[in-house]
């Protein structure tokens, strides 16, 4: 398992692929894969042994929990420590402070976000759509940790030249920030642009004080082997980002 470099100590973070190996056949192609989502039509089962296979892969890091959401595209962050959710909450924003809490985010296409202190006593992650960035569930799980996050790291999202939009989404977001008027390129339609989700994250980070901004730098579309993507094909599976906090007892 590859983790995210330059973290603080105990910190682990990464992105699951399409391959993994142990993932269970499918009977779906379009499904095949390590597919982590259940609400995509697959085999409940199968998901939840490839949802038990994370947590096994996990465990020698010092996890005994993992928790999930029903991701909406909101602006609902939850912080979770010793809750025991029988249905996983709604929601598209993570925080605790408990370590051996692996926080989970569900993404093909949209873009996980993963926050930290540099302490390495609080951490969270966001699923961020452009519904999701433009209402604020970045600000919101920022407003949500009980310490000013020091860091972050962009997981794989859809890349800029792959990512055509209507002009409402550039409005949504150069309403709220003038200076994300940069964020966004002419398309090959009349009102029509190419938004950069990255550059859109980054800098509502930085304008939040976290300066410290890793990732960022793959595309789920354009890199099949490794992501799976829903504009590539509508039915599709998931990946996670995962972050939590090696347990130190």
């Known amino acids: ?50 949802r038990m296979t994370l947590l096994k892969d996990f465990t020698g890091y010092g996890v005994t929990k993992i928790t999930w ?10 912080t979770v420590n010793n809750n025991i959710y029988f249905d996983a909450p709604e929601g598209d924003g993570l925080v605790t402070q408990t370590a051996g809490h692996a926080l989970m985010m569900m993404t093909a296409d949209c873009l996980p976000v993963v926050l930290g202190n540099a302490e390495g006593s609080e951490i969270a992650n966001l699923h961020a759509g452009w519904r999701g960035l433009a209402g604020g569930i970045i600000e919101n ?9 020091d860091w972050a790291w962009l997981g794989a999202a859809i890349s800029q030249p792959c990512f055509e939009v209507g002009a409402e989404v550039k ?25 950069d989700l990255y550059a859109i994250a980054r800098f509502i980070l930085k304008a939040h004080g976290v300066q410290t901004v890793l990732g960022g730098d793959q595309c789920s579309y354009r890199q099949a082997d490794e992501y799976f993507s829903y504009r590539r094909h509508a039915k599709t599976g998931r990946m996670a980002t995962f972050v939590f906090m090696g347990n130190k007892n």
């Open 1 to 50: 398992m590859q983790f995210v470099q330059g973290l603080p100590a105990g910190i682990y973070v990464g992105q699951t692929r399409v391959h993994h190996p142990e993932t269970c056949p499918s009977e779906q192609p379009e499904l095949e894969g390590f597919n982590l989502a259940l609400h995509v039509s697959d085999d409940a089962l199968r998901v939840q042994q490839h």
């Open 141 to 149: 799980t920022i407003a949500e940790m009980k310490s000013a996050p």
């Open 171 to 195: 409005t949504a977001f150069c309403s709220k920030y003038a200076e994300l008027e940069s964020a966004f390129e002419l398309g090959n339609q009349a009102g029509k642009y190419y938004a």
């Open 69 to 78: 959401m029903t991701q909406t595209h909101s602006t609902i962050c939850r």
